[in-house]
């Protein structure tokens, strides 16, 4: 998502920033990155990941440092390019006479005989002699710009080093970030299918489309009792976890991978923190790991089947897929050969 706005910033000439600034620019637009909040889309979301909230890490404005150059991507009032904060916040009076608020560093000065001389260059003539000496003010703040010929170019910055920006850079920042502590029992495994990775993501984060979350998003339903034993309200943990039918399920599978289940889990996330809690071989943790998130994933398939396709539960099938599941994974995506489909009915590898 960075990435975008990034690139936004640094190629604001090229065809899909100009149509970018079309519709959410104008000369209404304050924003370092333009945006209208009334259109919706993937742009929204781009710029919405960027900016500093609750759940956000960084603030993509204050980490991003122009280095000037011809002045021909750097917003003059809006963008911070000179100090430590923008023109429109050191000199509100000018900013508010300007008539073209989104105007370039480009368009305010010219090249003369004797060096760079900043225009006004607003319809708005500045009369009053208040407004004279600010933008007298003004002009010597800019000045200690030094203008090149150059292209500007945006760079990234991290602690106190500028340079150019790298995806692996954030990477590496949100790997050393806890921004919410339910995600850290997650293990992101190439052995499961992206799907199924990002499936369970979603149910840690409880984003699931359960019928209680359907209700909490004002969609009337006839009913928000769990389909598979119609005595609780369907919220994730109880499909997955405290369901009966959930329940007899992880019972089979718990007694297949000969682990004792705890009477105290009550939710998936408990659940992932006991697995990873174990002290088993590497292998075998990832084994069971696999087992676990083949174990949801067919429990919301098999909840689906019997809503959409009115297809009744059956335990018995449910728990023959959930094994040829997680072997199909193990076998095709781990790499390892050895196993058999006879060890694995077993859970003996």
């Known amino acids: 998502m960075v990435k975008w706005c990034?690139?936004?910033?640094?190629?604001?000439?090229?065809?899909?920033?100009?149509?970018?600034?079309?519709i959410h620019g104008g000369n209404r637009c304050q924003n370092f990155i333009p945006l209208k909040s009334s259109i919706g889309g993937v742009w929204k979301s781009i710029v919405n990941m960027g900016r500093l909230t609750h759940?956000?890490?960084?603030?993509v404005q204050d980490r991003l440092i122009p280095k000037v150059g011809n002045g021909d991507k750097i917003l003059f009032w809006q963008d911070k390019w000179v100090g430590n904060g923008t023109l429109r916040e050191r000199f509100p009076n000018l900013y508010v006479m300007e008539s073209e608020k989104g105007c370039k560093v480009s368009n305010r000065y010219k090249v003369g005989?004797?060096?760079?001389?900043?225009?006004?260059?607003?319809?708005?003539?500045?009369?009053?002699d208040d407004m004279l000496c600010e933008w007298a003010d003004c002009?010597?703040?800019?000045?200690?710009?030094?203008?090149?010929e150059s292209p500007d170019v945006w760079h990234w910055k991290t602690g106190s080093v500028t340079s150019d920006f790298m995806v692996k850079t954030i990477r590496g920042e949100l790997d050393h970030i806890n921004v919410l502590n339910e995600t850290k029992v997650l293990k992101w495994l190439h052995w499961i299918p992206k799907k199924v990775n990002c499936f369970l993501w979603r149910v840690v984060l409880d984003r699931?489309?359960?019928k209680e979350a359907l209700q909490i998003r004002r969609i009337n339903l006839s009913s928000l009792q769990c389909v598979l034993c119609n005595n609780a309200v369907e919220s994730i943990n109880h499909l997955?976890?405290?369901?009966e039918t959930a329940q007899l399920v992880w019972s089979l599978i718990f007694q297949w991978v000969n682990i004792p289940i705890p009477g105290y889990i009550l939710s998936?996330?408990?659940?992932?923190e006991t697995v990873d809690s174990h002290s088993w071989q590497k292998k075998t943790k990832r084994a069971v790991y696999v087992v676990v998130a083949a174990t949801c994933?067919?429990?919301?398939?098999?909840?689906?089947?019997?809503?959409?396709k009115n297809k009744p539960p059956n335990i018995t099938n449910l728990i023959g897929n959930i094994k040829a599941n997680s072997y199909m994974w193990i076998k095709n995506r781990a790499g390892l050969q050895e196993i058999t489909w006879e060890k694995w009915r077993s859970f003996s590898f």
């Open 139 to 148: 002009i010597s703040v800019v000045k200690e710009v030094s203008i090149q």
């Open 268 to 272: 998936v996330v408990q659940l992932l």
């Open 208 to 210: 699931i489309a359960t």
């Open 113 to 128: 005989q004797h060096g760079i001389e900043w225009l006004w260059g607003s319809n708005n003539e500045l009369t009053n």
């Open 55 to 59: 759940n956000q890490p960084f603030n």
């Open 297 to 308: 994933w067919n429990l919301w398939l098999m909840r689906n089947e019997y809503i959409f």
């Open 6 to 22: 990034v690139r936004f910033k640094n190629e604001n000439y090229s065809l899909w920033a100009r149509v970018i600034s079309a």
């Open 240 to 243: 997955l976890m405290t369901c």
